[in-house]
């Protein structure tokens, strides 16, 4: 199983194994779980069209509503843990953006800068920084998460 497999993929098995073996890993695997949940639901989410699921929901609006659910979860664990990981992280406002004007960027080390648009500002500072301009969040998440993941097998294997 790889990162990029899980997160390309539909299989709901796959990805909660994924996910448990992220969480095993602590903080920075935690951390990894919901950077990838929050990138996963938002590229779903854009995908989807205004096509209505359980409740009468659109597929798009339940995907949003996970995205936010992770990232609440996620500013929750960074106030906890970033500082012993080397994470900064922090708020910025989008002002070019009519509903989702608040921003969360994540700096992964050695990998660079990730942000997500959210309706909601959650915990959190401001952020230092701008915006890289590299949209390349997406990348990054899968590129992090698989190295997370990849430390987290080579501690199980080793023992």
């Known amino acids: 199983m790889t990162a990029h497999e899980v997160y390309a993929g539909s299989d709901g098995a796959l990805t909660r194994r994924f ?3 992220l ?3 602590g903080a920075a695997g935690i951390i990894a779980l919901y950077l990838f949940r929050a990138q996963k639901c938002s590229r779903r989410a854009k995908k989807y069209g205004p096509y209505a699921g359980a409740g009468g929901r659109s597929y798009r609006d339940m995907a949003y509503e996970r995205k936010g659910w992770s990232l609440k979860q996620l500013t929750e664990v960074l106030r906890e843990h970033s500082a ?3 994470i900064m992280w922090g ?5 070019l953006q009519s ?4 921003v969360l960027y994540v700096d992964l080390p050695q990998l660079g800068q990730v942000s997500f648009h959210s309706s909601e500002r959650y915990e959190g500072t401001d952020y230092p920084g701008d915006w890289d301009g590299k949209r390349a969040s997406e990348e990054r998440i ?3 998460c698989q190295r997370i993941f ?7 294997v080793a023992k």
Do not use: P, S, V
Not at 91 to 95: A, I, L, Q, T
Not at 99 to 102: I, M, R
Not at 150 to 156: L, M, S, V
């Open 91 to 95: 708020w910025g406002r989008d002002e």
């Open 150 to 156: 990849d430390e987290w097998n080579a501690c199980t």
């Open 142 to 144: 899968i590129k992090f």
């Open 99 to 102: 509903f989702n004007k608040w």
């Open 84 to 86: 012993q990981l080397g």
């Open 19 to 21: 996910y448990a073996a």
């Open 23 to 25: 969480e095993k890993r």
